[in-house]
């Protein structure tokens, strides 16, 4: 949509050429619309977890916002020559109970006949629109959270090459499946400056998303940063998606890393999540009561690093 003129409606408080999760429409005084799309191919085998997966990767998104999702409609793209009907009935049945999870209502879908298998949602949730929380709210000084381990793609991609363990599988499933809603929920009850998902550009594509919407800088301390176990085997095995190449990349002109960093490493930062956790900016004065509330609410948050006034739009990693 960079290529199209831009919209510009004073009911549309969040739109597509801000890079942010999902668009906000306000239709009242005290209420906005939350909305947002998001499909991809299998990321695992077995269908009912493709399902959860995909869900809670669709949800995060209005999470990301600040909002409560009410709503989703089903995005289907079918091989039935490649696969049974039972198969579709899995996807459908994750995806409908982890939006049960959710409190959001499937309203309904569409399904096409397609060459490869694609499975997401469209979901729409509910904001006041004071409550929105965008990417571009950071301030110097600010704390970094991060609300779930990296990982999940080079973790998926060995999976697929058969290079992983039952366990692995299990342990990057579990992550996946996992909503966003009590991190979000944190955010809500707390107050935070910023917040986006870390999912396709990964952390460092998410982080400098942020950076440049909040006119800051960011500083990542390495060893802080919460990392799926095996993950780092993996990479060095050579199980790096397409996408986390292109991530690395795409950020390298705007990133800073230390020379102690191995390549490895490196690709582990910008490794292309499915529904990652939350990226949250929060003012240095409610530290104690973010940290507390994230282990009230049992979200694994971890402090990663924080904001600089200079330099706008880099990331320093140490
Ligand atoms: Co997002
Ligand atoms: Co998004
Ligand atoms: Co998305």
């Known amino acids: 949509m960079e290529k199209l003129p831009p919209i510009t409606d ?27 799309v998001d499909f991809f191919t299998p990321i695992v085998d ?39 009907i039972e198969v579709l009935t899995a996807i459908l049945q994750g995806g409908q109970d982890k939006c049960a999870e959710a409190a959001t209502l499937i309203v309904g879908g569409h399904t096409i006949s397609d060459d490869e298998l694609k499975y997401g949602l469209a979901v729409t949730g509910l904001i006041h629109p004071k409550d929105v929380i965008t990417n571009a709210g950071a301030c110097p000084g600010d704390l970094l959270y991060l609300t779930k381990p990296i990982g999940t793609g080079t973790i998926t991609t060995a999976l697929k090459a058969g290079l992983g363990s039952a366990e692995m599988e299990r342990r990057v499933c579990e992550v996946m499946a996992r909503l966003n809603r009590d991190a979000a ?65 795409f950020v390298a002109p705007d990133a800073d890393y230390s020379s102690r960093l191995s390549e490895e490493q490196i ?43 200079e330099p706008v739009g880099r990331i320093a990693v140490r």
């Open 185 to 249: 929920a944190v955010c809500n009850r707390i107050g935070v400056h910023a917040c986006t998902d870390i999912t396709g550009f990964g952390l460092m594509g998410h982080a400098l998303e942020l950076a440049r919407a909040s006119r800051v800088g960011l500083v990542f301390e390495f060893h802080r940063i919460p990392i799926l176990p095996d993950a780092l085997i993996t990479v060095a095995q050579g199980a790096v998606p397409g996408g986390s190449r292109a991530n690395r990349l």
């Open 267 to 309: 690709l582990l930062l910008c490794d292309a999540q499915t529904s990652g956790g939350l990226f949250i900016a929060a003012a240095e004065n409610k530290q104690k009561a973010i940290e507390s509330a994230f282990i009230d609410a049992g979200v694994e948050a971890v402090c990663i690093g924080w904001t600089v006034a």
């Open 46 to 84: 077995d269908p009912y977890t493709y399902g959860l997966i995909s869900a809670a990767n669709s949800l995060s998104d209005v999470y990301a916002m600040g909002g409560k999702p009410l709503s989703a409609l089903n995005i289907v793209g079918f091989p039935k020559d490649l696969f049974p």
């Open 10 to 36: 004073p009911r549309l408080l969040v739109g597509a050429n801000q890079a942010d999760d999902a668009g906000v429409v306000q239709i009242r005084d005290d209420l906005a619309l939350v909305q947002t």
